[in-house]
């Protein structure tokens, strides 16, 4: 298995403009992760997706940020408009029956920075 | 979900055993610990979790505390490339409505030197 697939694995983009991050999660897996890690605030739960519906989206910064999961081997993360407080490293994780095991799979996440 | 304190900064000798500790102090009957490790650019990777027996896996060992208020994360043999930030997390497995979410705090830096 290729493990969770997440692009792009850099983006630098300017102040204002749109930012999408993609995820695909592990074949199978019902539950799906946005992490976002910086060095002030570490890795901060964004949402949690169960069977592509979102279940938690409590640690969304704001209205500028939206996620959505239209199938089961795809999920999106978008930012418009972009700030430079959003510089950080964007993690995508699945997970299978996670209530049950609690085992996070991670990617290598989305390195963004905001100029 | 229970908070942990986890010390932060380690070093170990390569080829000797790595023990981290976590404490756990108020954590409650329902609530498991989780370990994850995240070596250097790349995603958080998950190590051992256990309720109150100790556990082991390839990977490492988890010791838990008879009243469960602290553990130990055991890596036999520390190689260099264990070096990382190790997570120590204790949450609910889901029941109900909740999911169980995985809350990281900010660990504890291994240094595995030669």
């Known amino acids: 298995d290729a493990g969770v697939i997440q692009s792009p694995r850099h983006e630098v983009t300017e102040m204002g403009q749109e930012v999408t991050l993609r995820c695909k999660p592990i074949s199978g897996h019902n539950s799906l992760f946005w992490y976002r890690q910086t060095m002030m605030r570490g890795l901060e739960l964004l949402i949690y997706f169960n069977n592509n519906v979102p279940i938690d989206d409590s640690g969304m910064p704001e209205d500028r940020f939206s996620a959505k999961m239209p199938n089961a081997s795809f999920s999106t993360l978008k930012i418009q408009p972009s700030e430079p407080r959003d510089s950080a490293v964007y993690f995508c994780?699945?997970?299978?029956?996670?209530?049950?095991?609690?085992?996070?799979?991670f990617g290598e996440g989305s390195r963004l920075t905001v100029l | 979900d229970a908070k942990t304190t986890q010390p932060t900064s380690m070093d170990c000798a390569e080829g000797r055993a790595a023990n981290l500790p976590c404490n756990h102090s108020?954590?409650?009957?329902?609530?498991?610990v989780y370990w994850y490790r995240q070596i250097h650019s790349q995603g958080p990777q998950y190590i051992i979790h256990?309720?109150?027996n100790n556990e082991t896996n390839e990977m490492a060992s988890l010791i838990i505390t008879e009243d469960r208020k602290s553990s130990t994360l055991i890596l036999p043999h520390a190689t260099l490339r264990d070096t990382a930030v190790y997570y120590c997390i204790v949450r609910a497995n889901a029941g109900g409505t909740s999911y169980g979410k995985l809350t990281f705090g900010q660990g504890t830096i291994l240094t595995v030197h030669p």
């Open positions: 994780a699945s997970s299978f029956r996670q209530g049950l095991t609690g085992e996070l799979f």
């Open positions: 256990g309720l109150k």
């Open positions: 108020t954590i409650s009957g329902n609530e498991y």
